[in-house]
Protein backbone atom coordinates (compact mmCIF):
# COMPACT_ATOMS: atom_id res chain seq x y z
CA UNK A 1 0.00 0.00 0.00
CA UNK A 2 2.78 2.24 0.75
CA UNK A 3 4.53 1.73 -2.28
CA UNK A 4 1.62 2.50 -4.10
CA UNK A 5 0.73 5.80 -2.47
CA UNK A 6 4.58 6.68 -3.09
CA UNK A 7 4.02 6.19 -6.62
CA UNK A 8 1.40 8.22 -6.79
CA UNK A 9 2.76 10.93 -5.19
CA UNK A 10 5.07 10.73 -7.55
CA UNK A 11 2.86 11.14 -10.85
CA UNK A 12 0.80 13.94 -9.11
CA UNK A 13 4.24 15.78 -8.33
CA UNK A 14 4.41 14.84 -12.70
CA UNK A 15 1.21 15.96 -13.50
CA UNK A 16 1.53 19.46 -10.67
CA UNK A 17 4.75 20.19 -12.88
CA UNK A 18 2.84 20.25 -16.27
CA UNK A 19 0.12 22.15 -14.90
CA UNK A 20 2.36 24.82 -13.42
CA UNK A 21 3.96 25.02 -16.15
CA UNK A 22 0.79 25.26 -18.86
CA UNK A 23 -0.46 28.43 -16.75
CA UNK A 24 2.79 30.07 -16.38
CA UNK A 25 3.06 29.68 -20.56
CA UNK A 26 -0.36 30.97 -20.86
CA UNK A 27 0.17 33.65 -18.36
CA UNK A 28 3.55 35.04 -20.47
CA UNK A 29 1.41 35.05 -23.90
CA UNK A 30 -1.04 36.88 -22.49
CA UNK A 31 1.25 39.62 -21.00
CA UNK A 32 3.22 39.49 -24.46
CA UNK A 33 6.64 38.38 -22.37
CA UNK A 34 9.85 36.91 -24.22
CA UNK A 35 11.01 33.50 -23.98
CA UNK A 36 7.04 32.49 -22.67
CA UNK A 37 7.90 28.35 -23.77
CA UNK A 38 11.50 28.42 -22.37
CA UNK A 39 10.66 29.82 -19.51
CA UNK A 40 7.31 27.76 -18.80
CA UNK A 41 9.26 24.42 -19.51
CA UNK A 42 12.20 25.66 -16.89
CA UNK A 43 9.23 26.51 -14.22
CA UNK A 44 7.78 22.98 -14.99
CA UNK A 45 11.24 21.00 -14.32
CA UNK A 46 12.29 23.37 -11.67
CA UNK A 47 8.56 22.70 -10.06
CA UNK A 48 9.58 18.92 -9.33
CA UNK A 49 13.15 20.09 -7.01
CA UNK A 50 11.56 21.10 -3.63
CA UNK A 51 11.63 24.08 -1.66
CA UNK A 52 14.69 25.82 -4.00
CA UNK A 53 12.88 25.02 -7.49
CA UNK A 54 10.08 27.29 -7.45
CA UNK A 55 12.86 29.99 -6.27
CA UNK A 56 15.57 29.20 -8.76
CA UNK A 57 12.71 29.38 -11.88
CA UNK A 58 12.13 32.77 -10.98
CA UNK A 59 15.51 33.89 -10.93
CA UNK A 60 16.73 32.32 -13.95
CA UNK A 61 12.80 33.61 -16.15
CA UNK A 62 13.51 37.24 -14.22
CA UNK A 63 17.35 37.23 -15.59
CA UNK A 64 16.30 36.24 -18.99
CA UNK A 65 12.63 38.42 -19.57
CA UNK A 66 15.55 41.18 -17.99
CA UNK A 67 17.56 40.36 -20.55
CA UNK A 68 14.96 41.99 -23.46
CA UNK A 69 13.26 44.14 -20.78
CA UNK A 70 14.00 45.66 -17.05
CA UNK A 71 9.94 46.61 -16.70
CA UNK A 72 8.73 43.33 -18.22
CA UNK A 73 11.29 41.33 -15.83
CA UNK A 74 9.42 43.20 -12.95
CA UNK A 75 5.78 42.47 -14.18
CA UNK A 76 7.57 38.75 -14.71
CA UNK A 77 8.09 38.58 -11.16
CA UNK A 78 4.80 39.79 -9.81
CA UNK A 79 2.87 37.49 -12.26
CA UNK A 80 5.07 34.44 -11.26
CA UNK A 81 4.11 34.92 -7.78
CA UNK A 82 0.89 35.44 -8.24
CA UNK A 83 0.60 31.96 -10.03
CA UNK A 84 2.58 30.41 -7.87
CA UNK A 85 0.80 31.26 -4.86
CA UNK A 86 -2.46 30.03 -6.68
CA UNK A 87 -0.35 26.84 -7.20
CA UNK A 88 0.20 26.13 -3.80
CA UNK A 89 -2.43 27.19 -2.05
CA UNK A 90 -5.53 25.71 -4.30
CA UNK A 91 -3.57 23.45 -7.19
CA UNK A 92 -0.97 21.20 -5.26
CA UNK A 93 -3.31 20.28 -2.36
CA UNK A 94 -6.37 19.00 -4.95
CA UNK A 95 -3.92 17.46 -7.43
CA UNK A 96 -1.40 15.99 -5.55
CA UNK A 97 -3.57 15.15 -2.37
CA UNK A 98 -5.99 13.61 -4.65
CA UNK A 99 -3.36 11.23 -6.42
CA UNK A 100 -2.43 9.92 -3.01
CA UNK A 101 -6.24 9.65 -1.50
CA UNK A 102 -5.92 12.60 0.64
CA UNK A 103 -8.01 15.61 1.43
CA UNK A 104 -6.40 18.92 0.79
CA UNK A 105 -6.73 20.50 4.08
CA UNK A 106 -4.33 17.38 5.64
CA UNK A 107 -2.12 17.98 2.20
CA UNK A 108 -1.18 21.72 3.25
CA UNK A 109 -1.63 20.86 6.92
CA UNK A 110 1.54 18.02 6.37
CA UNK A 111 3.54 20.03 4.15
CA UNK A 112 3.58 22.77 6.78
CA UNK A 113 4.36 20.46 9.76
CA UNK A 114 6.60 18.16 8.72
CA UNK A 115 8.72 21.30 7.09
CA UNK A 116 8.82 22.92 10.53
CA UNK A 117 9.99 19.29 12.37
CA UNK A 118 12.20 17.76 9.41
CA UNK A 119 12.76 20.91 6.98
CA UNK A 120 13.42 19.89 3.20
CA UNK A 121 13.71 16.45 3.67
CA UNK A 122 10.38 16.86 5.96
CA UNK A 123 8.48 18.70 3.29
CA UNK A 124 9.60 15.62 0.58
CA UNK A 125 8.20 13.28 2.60
CA UNK A 126 5.20 15.41 4.03
CA UNK A 127 2.46 14.18 1.34
CA UNK A 128 3.34 10.55 0.53
CA UNK A 129 3.89 9.80 4.47
CA UNK A 130 0.58 11.79 5.75
CA UNK A 131 -1.04 9.86 3.37
CA UNK A 132 -0.35 6.39 4.43
CA UNK A 133 -0.74 7.53 7.74
CA UNK A 134 -4.40 8.69 6.97
CA UNK A 135 -4.93 5.61 5.05
CA UNK A 136 -3.97 2.67 7.35
CA UNK A 137 -5.50 4.81 10.06
CA UNK A 138 -8.61 4.82 7.86
CA UNK A 139 -8.38 0.95 7.26
CA UNK A 140 -7.75 0.35 11.33
CA UNK A 141 -11.55 2.35 12.52
CA UNK A 142 -13.26 0.72 9.10
CA UNK A 143 -12.29 -2.42 10.97
CA UNK A 144 -13.23 -1.60 14.14
CA UNK A 145 -16.24 -0.42 13.34
CA UNK A 146 -17.50 -3.40 11.08
CA UNK A 147 -16.50 -5.46 14.19
CA UNK A 148 -18.97 -4.14 16.19
CA UNK A 149 -21.65 -3.80 13.48
CA UNK A 150 -21.30 -0.01 12.88
CA UNK A 151 -21.86 1.39 9.52
CA UNK A 152 -20.64 5.76 9.24
CA UNK A 153 -22.36 7.89 7.14
CA UNK A 154 -21.84 11.40 6.61
CA UNK A 155 -24.96 12.04 8.58
CA UNK A 156 -25.07 9.35 11.24
CA UNK A 157 -23.82 5.77 12.31
CA UNK A 158 -26.10 2.98 11.70
CA UNK A 159 -26.09 -0.45 13.70
CA UNK A 160 -26.32 -3.16 11.58
CA UNK A 161 -27.87 -6.05 13.54
CA UNK A 162 -29.04 -8.65 11.64
CA UNK A 163 -31.26 -9.70 14.10
CA UNK A 164 -33.35 -6.91 14.80
CA UNK A 165 -33.97 -6.97 10.77
CA UNK A 166 -34.81 -10.68 11.22
CA UNK A 167 -37.53 -9.67 13.93
CA UNK A 168 -39.49 -6.99 11.34
Known sequence: KANEIFTNFVGGQLIEALIIGGLIYIALLIFKMPYAILIAAL?????????????????????LVFSVSPIKAIWFVIIYQVIQQAE????????????VGLPGIW???SIVVFGGLFGVLGMLLAVPTTACIYTFGSEIVNSRLKKKNLTVTDEKVIKNDIKEKEDR
Open 88 to 99: NTIIYPKVVGKS
Open 107 to 109: TLL
Open 43 to 63: VAIMALVPVLGATLACVIGFI
